[in-house]
């Protein structure tokens, strides 16, 4: 095929304007992607518009405002008022355009507006997902885990020279043993181990890395005595009552030496302590406390005074021994609390609570690339804000009534907190720092800060799933992406029944093996372990031997009936449910017409990007045959009747013949010819190997499509298939087409220009009627045939190149 007469634009700058979207209203669409063309009409009526096809192509290239002979008068100038709507109505645009959603646009009727729209806001929340995952994996390292493993195993499961380990501790006896060898043995490191002294003073550092911050605590909470009623029966043996921990029957007396504060009874709000969740109940802050010294020799005395003088009685319910130490290697904090809970019944159940934090933020470069990370979330938080603000305030309260606009205000809020909190802790942690560094003897109270820290690290976990589950979202469009979420919601209300009845069983299950086996199974002890137990046998993951030994008779037959009835019937009727829901799903969504997915505006940018390189290509080479027509000096007169004749209007000329002309004196000397042609020639090659690349990859693509399987042809046999060999001359023929359409139109423009439109009032009052029928997309562009109807009342009857325009009054049409 012949090359296109007419052309985008110029390419002797590089720079590249869309021509179908700068062509107005009365552009070409491709309809190839959202059904079939309307027909042409054979009677067309236009007002014309008198902006050129390519207007500031060449001239805004080479910035020449030089306009075309046939322009209108200018317009005149915008009144004040005018001026202050466009400035309205240009903020609105910008903020509809930053902040525009699917619920903020009227997409009901748009299905390309509403996948581009849905893209975009994909793409920038992908780059906020992006952002919250380094702040949220900036936090912590897998030295976190090492760390906590070796405090683990200093204070944990290290036994002393009696064998005694914190996690073997059955009585008070025990405890102090551990205190008096494991803990103060892994408290205290002054020295190397070939007993060189560390040159550290007084100061611990426990496995020469971890500073020992402050000193550490014990503290310890009694109940009263006669806290609980002793039977009449046995009054005369039994002399004192000590019921199991409540707050309300704390002893807040003093006992033993009197003197200190390990005998004397300090609230919560006294020592700024906190409740703990222990495995039996949840303690208070308060209670007897005694902070330790900085040396082993002066603790292991003060361990000793207390176990002299009874420190822990029939009374006590809980020991807590606190203490934190820091690593600059990983600039990490652990915080370590060993607890020893004394039942009622008598015996100790060790437990240790150690967390290890990162408290202070900003010291490395990868700290800092952190911080920045920060405010970017902050600016995408203020975002996000907006943008509900925006949806909230358009959609009301039935904004609530979709999951996913729920979803995006708990992650704000999360958000928000999460931001309050950061805050915070630098604040706080900067001021308790302060206070150790001035006294270095009293106790380093982390617990708070590390409770906090470990809660908002929960939370940024918490908030991290919720925007990737959020991911869904924005991929709903696709009918693929839908299965999952229109399978859950059809089957709903069946589940839901069906729930009913399931746990229904299931209760009564857990309530028959927690009187059952709750005395001796400890997966049975309570009635939220029963539950949690059944649900591990759902799994395969059970102890029958256990079960068997608590009751040897109804043991076997609850293990027997539970994974008939539960297993069998019940989860898979479950399944079966959502199998059914499935396919019907499935059913419907492979009978529905396709509708305009993301692949398809790819392909159609794809097209255009593919004829804007060939109609560039074939401006420049236009360009070089008005060259090669000249012999010699070109005059501009030549140079714009050769370029006239090829279809290009007087500005694009003229800015195309300036830019050359370095004297001005209206001829290109023989320098200025070379110079014109060794620019084209580079840039014409470097097109023509960018459009040669672009269709070698276009039909690549086509030819590694995969084979389409037999099953899915004869489930698709009402569809029309072709073969490659077809598909890509049918592709070729339709890319012609679309560059033919594009010259008849510029072609078209220029005879409009032309018929005597020469001033603005005529442009509104003139009424053409206008009909382009072209046979053959290749003869159409070569030769440039164009057909023409207008109304026989025109008074101007021109002609153009091989182009017959016949005036009558009933508008018939010939070539």
Known sequence: MKCLNNRAESHLTGQVECELDSVGNGAWVNHGYCGSPPPLPRVVSTIYNPQPLFQGSMESMYKLDTPGPFHPPPEEPPSAEQSQVKKQRGCCSFIKGLWGTTLTENTSNNRELFVRTTLRELLVYLVFLVDICLLTYGMTNSSTYYYTKAMTDLFVNTAGESGVRFQSIGTMADFWTYAQGPLLDGLYWTKWYNNQSLDSGDQSFIYYENMLLGVPRMRQIKIKNNSCKVHDDFQDEITGCFDVYNEKKEQDLSFGLINGTAWTYHTEKEIKGSSHWGLLTTYSGAGYYQDLDRTKDESAVIVAELMDNLWLDRGTRVVFVDFSTYNAN???????????????????????????VKLIRYITYWDYFILGCEMVFCLFILYYIVEESLELRIHKFSYFK????????????????????????????????????????????????????????????VNLFFAWIKVFKYISFNKTMTQLSSTLGRCAKDILGFAIMFFIVFFAYAQLGYLLFGTEVESFSTFVKCIFTQFRIILGDFDYDAIDRANRVLGPIYFVTYVFFVFFVLLNMFLAIINDTYSEVKEELSSQKDELQITDIIKQSYMKTFMKLKLKKEKISDVQKALHSGSGEIEFKDFRETLKEMGHADHEISAAFSRFDRDGNQILDKDEQERMKTELEEKRDAVSAELNNLGMNYGKELLEKPPVASNEQKNNSSQTSVDQEQFLKLARQVLHLESSVAGITARIELIMEKLGLQEKAKWNETAGKLSVNSNDSDETASDGSVLVCVDRGTKAEPSYRRSAVHINPTYDCHM
């Not at 060993?338 to 015996?347: D, K, Q, S």
């Not at 380093?444 to 976990?461: G, H, K, R, S, V």
């Open 402 to 461: 979709s999951i996913w606009n729920i979803l995006d205000l708990v992650v704000i809020m999360l958000a928000v907190v999460a931001i309050v909190f950061n805050i915070f802790r630098t604040v706080k942690v900067d001021k308790l720092l302060g206070k150790l560094l001035e006294q270095p003897d009293i106790y380093a109270d982390f617990e708070f800060l590390a409770f906090w820290q470990t809660q908002y690290n929960n939370m940024n976990a």
């Open 330 to 356: 990983i600039n990490m904090f652990c915080v370590i609390r060993l607890v020893v809970e004394f039942p009622a019944t008598g015996g100790a159940i060790p437990s240790y609570q150690i967390r290890t």
